[in-house]
Antibody, heavy 118, light 110 residues
Framework: QVQLVQSGAEVKKPGSSVKVSCKAS????????ISWVRQAPGQGLEWMGR????????NYAQKFQGRVTITADKSTSTAYMELSSLRSEDTAVYYC???????????WGQGTLVTVSS | QSVLTQPPSVSGAPGQRVTISCTGS?????????VHWYQQLPGTAPKLLIY???NRPSGVPDRFSGSKSGTSASLAITGLQAEDEADYYC??????????FGGGTKLTVL
């Protein structure tokens, strides 16, 4: 049974960067895709990008191109999402989720609250 | 503005049947890409409810069902229960190489 555990809440200043981790246990980390999805307070879900650890290839939503970097460390079964040039609108809960072709996102990490405030 | 369109809210009495629609376009649902549904209880991470348009993961009650036709999909919940009160999201893939979500639907059990 795959489980995803994310790093803890962060408070950041505008203009800075944040790096959130997502550690997987169970299953074969390299063989599946990890996506990052965020949810602003009271808002819906927004896909940010994905990485295929076995290939080391990441794809990003156009909205976040140039500001987000998704990486993976196969040795520790951990994926990372780094978002730079933070602004107040980036305040959100950030989720990682495993995606399997034709089977959606499952499971999800518990979420990491990132607060951007001066 | 979300790529997939869902009604902001639906409601029903216990025991009733409700449906939630998810409308896309020819670049996502209409292009043949699968639709998946998620349930998000207050303060928790989303949970996969339906995958591949109409399949239930192990442990999801058969009160939940999904369908897809053309550029739209639907989630039906029968025998509504108080614990079904949650936000529901549809999700698909888009020809722009992105995963896309609906804006979410808040289900209220009256």
């Amino acid at each position: 049974q795959v489980q995803l555990v994310q790093s803890g809440a962060e408070v950041k200043k505008p203009g800075s960067s944040v790096k959130v981790s997502c550690k997987a246990s169970g299953g074969t980390f390299s063989s599946y895709t990890i996506s990052w999805v965020r949810q602003a307070p009271g808002q819906g879900l927004e896909w940010m990008g994905r990485i295929i650890p076995i290939l080391g290839i990441a794809n990003y939503a156009q909205k976040f191109q140039g500001r987000v970097t998704i990486t993976a460390d196969k040795s520790t079964s951990t994926a990372y999402m780094e978002l730079s040039s933070l602004r107040s609108e980036d305040t959100a809960v950030y989720y990682c989720a495993r995606s399997v072709p034709f089977r959606g996102f499952d499971p999800w990490g518990q979420g990491t609250l990132v607060t951007v405030s001066s | 503005q979300s790529v997939l369109t869902q009604p902001p809210s639906v409601s029903g009495a216990p025991g009733q049947r409700v449906t939630i629609s998810c409308t896309g376009s020819s670049s996502n649902i209409g292009a043949g890409y699968d639709v998946h549904w998620y349930q998000q209880l207050p303060g928790t991470a989303p949970k996969l409810l339906i995958y591949g348009n109409s399949n239930r993961p192990s442990g999801v009650p058969d009160r939940f069902s999904g369908s897809k036709s053309g550029t739209s999909a639907s989630l039906a919940i029968t025998g509504l229960q108080a614990e079904d009160e949650a936000d529901y999201y549809c999700q698909s893939y888009d020809s722009s190489l992105s995963e896309v979500f609906g804006g979410g639907t808040k289900l209220t059990v009256l």
